[in-house]
């Protein structure tokens, strides 16, 4: 299989979105999850480079290390706090933490799993633990962080989801992924109808992303669908796609960082939709 296919690409400093926004500084808190690999680390470190304090979670330490030697040598700050998801006590001594690292303004939810099988084979442990990561824990972090937005002297607060192409459409073999991702689309609503307009909430949908997560995956899908891996690339993955290549997971953390600025305080429940229009021009 070709490299090229399967190589999550590193982030170079000249392809993040660096915004002059006043609220971008050192004295304000950025989470987020799943920080030590893929659209997480590429998000904290966007972030960070874009002069936030920034709050890493996962339960992958030695991801979390490299994550902040990345963000430190761009320039930019990354705390890693060793967290599971899946423990509601971690999750809430993890908020307090980076509370006390300054004013907590922002919370990206990106942490996520998946699992490969047919509906009438999903384990259904599985799905729960899936459905744990995936949507009880945003959830219960947006519960615990909206406090802390209200506390601020402005009472602004953004909460940023990971959604997916798999918050529009459904594809086979992914009952709890799918269900979780239109959950988090939800999940967005729900905290912008609350929020008044100064707590937003957004989410962020794209195709098929060059992360660890999503690569591999290639394996399963090509034995479920008896295909090459290559397939699975190319006519799976980027087949209904007008681009026929995977993103890069910095080309998802700049959307974050759009949708957590200031330019984007009319985003208010709203879903960015970065899909090489897979979705909307779906057909040959």
Do not use: W
Not at 223 to 236: D, L, N, T, W
């Amino acid at each position: 299989m070709e490299e090229s296919l399967v190589r999550e690409p590193p982030t170079e400093r000249d392809e993040i979105l660096v915004l002059d926004d006043p609220a971008f500084n050192p004295a304000n808190v950025a989470i987020v999850t799943g920080a030590a690999s893929g659209i997480g680390r590429a998000t904290a470190v966007a972030l960070a480079a874009n002069g936030l304090t920034v709050v890493g979670l996962d339960v992958d330490p030695k991801g979390g290390e490299q994550t902040r030697a990345i963000a430190e040598g761009l320039g930019g700050k990354v705390e890693f706090i060793d967290c599971d998801l899946c423990s509601d006590e971690q999750v809430r001594a993890a908020v307090e933490e980076a509370a006390g690292l300054g004013r907590l303004r922002y919370l990206v939810n990106i942490a996520g799993v998946q699992h490969i099988d047919f509906i009438e084979d999903f384990p259904m442990d599985v799905f729960d633990k899936m459905q744990r990561i995936m949507l009880r824990a945003p959830v219960l972090l947006t519960k615990l962080c909206i406090p802390h937005f209200k506390a601020n002297p402005d009472g602004v607060g953004v909460v940023g989801n990971m959604a997916s192409i798999h918050a529009h459409v459904c594809t086979v073999a992914k009952v709890s992924y799918n269900i979780a991702k239109f959950a988090m689309r939800a999940l967005a609503q729900s905290i912008a109808a609350e929020g008044g307009g100064k707590i937003r909430a957004f989410t962020v949908s794209t195709g098929f992303v060059a992360t660890p997560l999503a690569l591999g995956q290639i394996p399963a899908q090509a034995a479920k669908r008896g295909i090459s891996p290559e397939e699975v690339v190319r006519e799976v993955m980027c087949g209904h796609s007008r681009l026929k290549e995977l993103m890069k997971p910095i080309e998802v953390a700049n959307l974050f960082v759009f949708g957590l600025s200031r330019f984007a305080r009319f985003l208010i429940g709203g879903d960015l939709l970065f899909d090489g229009g897979l979705v909307l021009t779906y057909g040959d």
